[in-house]
Structures are given as C-alpha cells and as structure tokens.
C-alpha cells in the first residue's frame, strides 16, 4: 500500500512536470519565433525606406 501510494504521487509529479516543460519550451519557441519574425520585418521595413526615400 506505501509502495503504491508513492508511485502514484512519483507518477502525478512525472506529469506535472512534463507539463511545465513543455509549457516553457513552448514559450521559448514563441519567443524565438517572435524575435525572427520581428527581425525579418525591421529589415523588409528599413530596405524598403532606404530604397524607395
């Protein structure tokens, strides 16, 4: 019964766990992505006012 009852709780940590990370990891891409696509767009932005101005 003590065996089973800390597998269950090693078992709903294991999850939690799991899904924080992949929460944070998930974040992290946004963020990634978010910077690339902010960057990618000041470029596109700056090269057309300095070829058209």
């Known amino acids: 019964m003590k065996i089973d009852f800390f597998y269950f709780i090693l078992k709903i940590f294991y999850f939690f766990f799991f899904y924080i990370f992949l929460f944070f990891f998930l974040l992290f891409l946004l963020m990634i992505i978010d ?4 960057l990618f767009f000041y470029f596109i932005f700056f090269f057309f006012f300095f070829f058209f101005f």
């Open 35 to 38: 910077v690339i696509y902010f």
